[in-house]
């Protein structure tokens, strides 16, 4: 129990830090500066997976189920941004 939370706490920080990156993104592209995506190529399953294993330990009266096919191909994109889309999607499900 106390790994999970410990987990759960890391995977909260990392998010807030790209929480905060984002903001200066904002500020910078304002300024017309250009972002960076940090684009690789990465398993969707694998993400929502994580996402899903994170929302489950603490949402514990809700049931959660990642239900994809095997043959899904890899993406290539920003995974943490889109990890942060996917973690929102998940959240907002949970609360409304």
Known sequence: MRREIHGVISSECQRLRRHIQ???NVSRFE???????NTTQFDLRELVRRV?????ALARKHHFR???PDDLPLVVAD????EEVAFNLVSNAIKY
């Open 79 to 82: 995974e943490a941004r889109l």
């Open 52 to 56: 899903v294993e994170r929302e489950a």
């Open 66 to 68: 990642v239900d994809a």
């Open 31 to 37: 300024q017309g500066i250009r972002v960076h995506l």
């Open 22 to 24: 984002d903001l200066l």
